[in-house]
């Protein structure tokens, strides 16, 4: 019997950067915490962003943000895990300096924070795509140990994952944990940070089994929750790296794949159907 669901949002639930979910996912997961399945969201995005994405049941779910930076349950913060500060500088230098048009953002367990220099149509983006809390400053004072970095994450319109794969990542990847985060999107966070990783927590934190746990999922941050549920979904549009660690594949997010399971799970009580 299925207890806990994960899911990613972008490319999953919806198409990347998308500010709304639509109707049928707020209804399943009524449904679902109305039978007491642990119903979490697990994102890239901040937890502010995904709260009030999912204002309507923001008291009813789990948050698996910034990858699994940050878990939040029943407004209390079970685990914030900081970048080290070095590298996040370091990172931070990088970006700053970097020739290419990328704007970045940087995470704290606060609010998220743009640079002066970020673009303005990136700054709309922030506030009214993803409905994050942003602060714009100078980003060398702009963190301290009471807030500190826990994601840094840099963003080019269309697709970064060519410079992403090929440059981004293989620079950082024995300092950091960092991967494509949807198309558009590279994340740096500490390296022991992952969504599944999160997702093990929460097991533990609920008593709740491996085979008791589903999860969905579409990029390579999603991996690792494919790997911790016992029955795992990439929806038809996933990577392939992401296909290969899943279960089963179900629909894609515009033909409401997740859903479709969902619905079909509620329906049962919570008995995954063979």
């Given amino acids: 019997m299925i207890k806990l669901i994960a899911t990613d949002i972008d490319g999953t639930l919806v198409k990347d950067s998308s500010p709304e979910i639509y109707p049928e996912i707020i209804e399943a997961i009524k449904e679902l915490t109305d039978q007491g399945i642990v119903f979490v969201v697990a994102s890239g995005r ?21 990858n699994g930076a940050h878990i939040v349950y029943k407004g209390e913060n079970l685990l914030v895990t ?21 704007d970045y953002v940087v995470s704290t367990p606060k609010g998220s924070v743009l640079s002066t220099k970020s673009s ?37 319109p269309g697709s970064i994952r060519k410079e992403g794969e090929t440059v981004l ?26 969504k599944g990783n999160a997702l093990n927590f929460l097991q533990q934190f ?25 029955e795992s979904y990439a929806v038809e549009n996933a990577i392939s790296e992401v296909k290969q660690a899943a279960k089963y594949i179900c629909l894609s997010y515009d033909k409401k794949g997740v859903y479709e399971i969902l619905k079909s799970l509620y329906k049962e009580g919570g008995e995954k159907d063979a």
């Fill in 46 to 66: 901040s937890f502010e962003s995904i709260r009030r994405m999912f204002s309507e049941v923001e008291d009813r779910i789990g948050y698996i943000a910034e």
């Fill in 169 to 194: 990542i293989p620079a950082w990847q024995d300092k950091v944990k960092t991967c494509m985060a949807g198309e558009e999107w590279v994340d740096f966070m500490d390296s022991s940070v992952d």
């Fill in 82 to 102: 900081p970048m080290d500060e070095k590298w996040a500088t370091e990172i931070i230098d990088q970006l700053d300096a970097y020739e290419k048009p990328f």
């Fill in 206 to 230: 609920f008593g709740i089994s491996k085979a008791e746990t589903m999860a969905f999922g579409d990029n390579g941050n999603d991996v690792g929750m494919m790997k911790a549920a016992g």
């Fill in 120 to 156: 303005n149509s990136f700054r709309e983006l922030m506030e009214t795509g993803y409905h994050n809390k942003i602060t714009i400053a100078d980003m060398k004072e702009a963190f301290s140990k009471e807030n500190p970095v826990i994601k840094a994450a840099v963003f080019h």
